[in-house]
């Protein structure tokens, strides 16, 4: 009895087929804990759909997966002089986004990361001069540039990736090669087009693997079922249940990723509004569960252990049985499942 990820195995690579047809020359993403599936899957998958190269977050996820593609290996993470060394293959490819590090890279295939409005890193305009004498000494692989999601200001993400290929023309740099982040279909084309000596690769890693939601699905077995009366006490911290219904114990919890939440930006009242009523349940020990059970998201009886999660199931809905399985709304990024299921 498991979290399994179910995956519907046609429906998930029909819609990488489709995100590598908008985006001629994709360089897939394998990160993090590999979108849920693993990097051995994923790593499986781009070779699959021949990909001549993964990027990955690190360099020790790049000697991890080494093992598992056979082709060029971009880690995203730039580098930093004081980094732990990290035994790689040659056809690893490292990040960088400042001149000294372009300096440190004597010999080794680098692609130099440009300072985009994200203001993460990035070699900013200024320093674009001193770029010259340092590229001597690499093998440069090409320019990147990493763009943010949500542009608030209204700006423009084609006009921004424009100023930069202006600048290192400008400069006198290659421009052979751009990789770009974040960048609509349209958006993507309208660059192809108007630069037609350079080849754009757009690094992709949620909206390739996540993006039609409908073709996965996690689910946790029930392990056990205890009936309660309302005041019975239970669990751990011996909680008085709150009316009659069922405990359930389902497989699934904080190992998996149950419970554990990232900070979200909200955005108008009505999210605000949302963020400030789960804050007060909470203190009050009421704290809605990713499982779901007759249509329902339902409660944590109380804080979820390592490996299951207790929930609370009242009376009115349909009783649930050992072996069944909950459907659990839980986020690919931050989730360890048990096992994967193609269907």
């Known amino acids: 009895m498991a979290l399994t990820l179910y995956v519907d195995t046609d ?4 819609h990488q087929q489709s995100v590598i047809q908008q985006f001629p020359g994709i360089v897939p993403v394998c990160k993090g804990n590999g979108y849920g599936f693993g990097h051995e899957r994923l790593a499986e998958e781009a ?3 021949g990909s001549d190269i993964l990027a990955v977050g690190t360099t020790y996820e790049a000697a991890r997966t080494k093992d598992f593609f056979g082709g060029d290996l ?4 730039p580098f930093r002089k004081d980094e732990e060394p990290v035994p790689l293959p040659d056809r690893a490819i490292r990040s960088v986004s ?3 590090g372009v300096g440190l890279m004597r010999g080794a295939r680098v692609v130099i990361e440009v300072m985009s409005s994200m203001k993460r890193h990035g070699v900013t305009e200024e320093e674009l001069p001193q770029l010259h004498a ?3 000494e690499i093998r440069l692989e090409g320019f990147a540039i990493h763009l943010p999601l949500d542009r ?4 423009s993400a084609v006009e921004e990736v424009i100023g930069w290929m202006d600048r290192l023309r400008a400069a006198r740099l290659p421009l052979d090669t751009m990789f770009v982040s974040h960048l609509k279909p349209d958006e993507f084309a309208v660059l192809q087009q108007q630069f037609p000596q350079t080849n754009f690769r757009a690094r992709i890693g949620t909206h390739l693997w996540l993006g039609d939601a409908d073709a996965t699905e996690y689910r946790g077995a029930i392990l056990d079922v205890t009936p309660v009366v309302k005041g019975d006490r239970f669990g751990y911290r011996q909680q008085k249940a709150a009316g009659d219904g069922w405990l359930v114990v389902v497989a699934g919890g904080t190992s998996h990723g149950v419970g554990l939440e990232s900070p979200k930006a909200l955005h108008g009242m009505t999210s605000r509004a949302k963020g400030v009523a789960r804050a007060g349940l909470a203190t009050v020990n009421r704290n809605l569960a990713p499982f779901l059970w007759g ?8 804080p979820p252990h390592m490996q299951v999660s207790i929930l609370f199931v009242p009376s009115e809905a349909p009783e649930p049985k050992v072996g069944e399985e909950l459907t659990a709304i839980l986020r690919h990024t931050t989730t360890t499942v048990d096992r994967t299921v193609d269907a």
């Open 152 to 155: 608030t200001d209204g700006s």
């Open 295 to 302: 249509g329902k998201q339902r409660w944590f009886a109380e």
């Open 134 to 136: 340092a590229i001597d």
């Open 98 to 100: 400042s001149v000294e």
């Open 11 to 14: 429906r998930w690579r029909a």
């Open 47 to 49: 070779h699959r759909f």
């Open 74 to 77: 971009l880690v995203l993470t």
